[in-house]
T-cell receptor
Framework: GDSVTQMEGPVTLSEEAFLTINCTYT??????LFWYVQYPGEGLQLLLK?????DKGSNKGFEATYRKETTSFHLEKGSVQVSDSAVYFC??????????????FGKGTKLSVKP | DTAVSQTPKYLVTQMGNDKSIKCEQN?????MYWYKQDSKKFLKIMFS???????INETVPNRFSPKSPDKAHLNLHINSLELGDSAVYFC??????????FGPGTRLTVT
């Protein structure tokens, strides 16, 4: 079945450091890909998405590019802030074209940013 | 205004009890979901439901049942609670299959 694999956390960075959180997926069709963020004590929020190969999703300084050849969707940010501390989830949907259907999540990566 | 709300936020109960978690959305969405997040933060779909179809993750025990009195509500009933049911339960909603909006979660502790 479809699955998502994320790098193990926790990740601890200093403020203004560069962030990469790796995400790879396995899917039989043409999935859409998503990054969700969960701030402490809150529910998940959609951070960015990409619906087809070579699409780049971006939001709040975060970016991720849908790489079909490597089945990856790595999350990056050039300069993290303390307020970025959260758990980040990579997810895929088996629905084509950006619709979500049932989301399949990775196990989440906890990011802590120190001042 | 809260888009997706859940009550209660915290629920502590004993093994063998029956409990319910309520979810309401004011977004006019037609599809609602329940997810379970375990102690390691792993998030897994339990149910998705619209007014036409209930899709159940086959790994969910039949002690869990969603009940929808109307399109804005999808409550989760759990019978005969077990220790392993302790988790955070998230409700979400969407318009058809588009972006899902999540509630703040309900932390269930079974003792």
């Amino acid at each position: 079945g479809d699955s998502v694999t994320q790098m193990e956390g926790p990740v601890t960075l200093s403020e203004e450091a560069f962030l990469t959180i790796n995400c790879t997926y396995t899917a039989t069709g043409y999935p859409s890909l998503f990054w969700y963020v969960q701030y402490p004590g809150e529910g998940l929020q959609l951070l960015l998405k990409a619906t087809k190969a070579d699409d780049k999703g971006s939001n709040k300084g975060f970016e991720a590019t849908y790489r079909k050849e490597t089945t990856s969707f790595h999350l990056e940010k050039g300069s993290v802030q303390v307020s970025d501390s959260a758990v980040y989830f990579c997810a895929l949907s088996d629905q084509y074209g950006g619709s979500q259907g049932n989301l399949i999540f990775g196990k989440g990566t906890k990011l802590s940013v120190k001042p | 205004d809260t888009a997706v709300s859940q009550t209660p936020k915290y629920l502590v109960t004993q093994m063998g009890n029956d409990k319910s978690i309520k979810c309401e959305q004011n977004l006019g969405h037609d599809t609602m979901y329940w997810y379970k997040q375990d102690s390691k933060k792993f998030l897994k779909i339990m149910f998705s439901y619209n007014n036409k179809e209930l899709i159940i993750n086959e790994t969910v025990p039949n002690r869990f049942s969603p009940k929808s009195p109307d399109k804005a509500h999808l409550n989760l009933h759990i019978n005969s609670l077990e220790l392993g049911d302790s988790a955070v339960y998230f409700c979400a909603s969407s318009r058809s299959n588009y972006e899902q909006y999540f509630g703040p979660g309900t932390r269930l502790t079974v003792t």
